[in-house]
């Protein structure tokens, strides 16, 4: 009898454990997939707002023409009426304009200009034209992550740098994100994902998404250098 309670209550330890566990999980699960929806919000913001920037400065030269006719026509009031109202429709754009030629570069650029202001050297080496069968979107949290990962990192080293490379060859996409840091491992020079001292939740999103594309993700620490390796089938479409 005794030995049949001792079974039972080792079962019910086990069920308890069982549901902590998967609670936790859960919880984590959840707090992950609220942090990517909000992620992909803000990132397709910012497709629409720089998609209306874009319109904006396509009609802008036709708008100037029709204002200098007004006024050398004499109709002075008019072209002031048109001015304003293009004055208007730049303020109405909720994001500066920008050069860059895709959404993504767009926000590789302003990070690096966020950087600059904290005096971190930045080295890039971008030669990426299509980002092929990628999500834009996912493309985005990809290395808004980790471009986010490498400042919250750098900023403690006393040599920032971080080093930026976009490229592709061969029907692959690859990204690496490399950043000086503080803290030395040598004994432990690849990272668990979930390892949440000098990078958090968002490298997790990152592995996420690059499992989804069927590609590979590599993080390495290595005495003052964090190293993020990336690399994903991508298929021109």
């Known amino acids: 009898m005794t030995a049949y309670f001792l079974f039972i209550l080792f079962l019910l330890i086990i069920i308890l454990i069982l549901i902590t566990k998967n609670k936790v999980i859960a919880a984590k699960n959840k707090q992950l997939e609220e942090m990517v929806r909000l992620e992909r919000a803000s990132f397709r913001r910012l497709i629409t707002y720089e998609r209306k920037a874009?319109?904006?400065?396509?009609?802008?030269?036709?708008?100037?023409?029709?204002?200098?006719?007004?006024?050398?026509?004499?109709?002075?009031?008019a072209g002031i009426d048109h001015l304003t109202e293009l004055v208007h429709n730049f303020h109405a754009l909720e994001y500066d304009f920008t050069s860059a030629g895709t959404i993504w570069n767009l926000l590789v650029e302003c990070k690096i200009s966020e950087y600059r202001a904290e005096y971190i050297?930045?080295?890039?080496?971008?030669?990426l034209q299509n980002i092929g069968s990628i999500d834009e979107v996912d493309f985005c949290i990809i290395l808004g992550n980790l471009l986010d990962n490498a400042f919250q990192s750098v900023v403690t080293a006393e040599d920032k740098k971080i080093r930026i490379v976009l490229t592709q060859d061969k029907g692959f996409l690859y990204i690496e994100?490399?950043?000086?840091?503080?803290?030395?491992?040598?004994?432990?020079?690849?990272l668990n994902i979930g390892d949440r001292v000098d990078h958090g939740f968002g490298l997790q999103n990152?592995?996420?998404i690059v499992k989804r594309y069927g590609g590979k993700m590599e993080v390495e620490k290595l005495h003052n250098l964090f190293n993020v390796r990336i690399i994903m089938p991508n298929m021109i479409v």
């Open 54 to 77: 874009s319109r904006f400065k396509h009609d802008l030269r036709n708008q100037m023409l029709g204002i200098e006719y007004l006024l050398k026509a004499g109709k002075t009031d």
């Open 177 to 190: 994100i490399n950043n000086t840091c503080t803290r030395a491992n040598s004994a432990k020079p690849v």
């Open 206 to 208: 990152v592995q996420e």
């Open 121 to 127: 050297r930045i080295a890039r080496q971008i030669n």
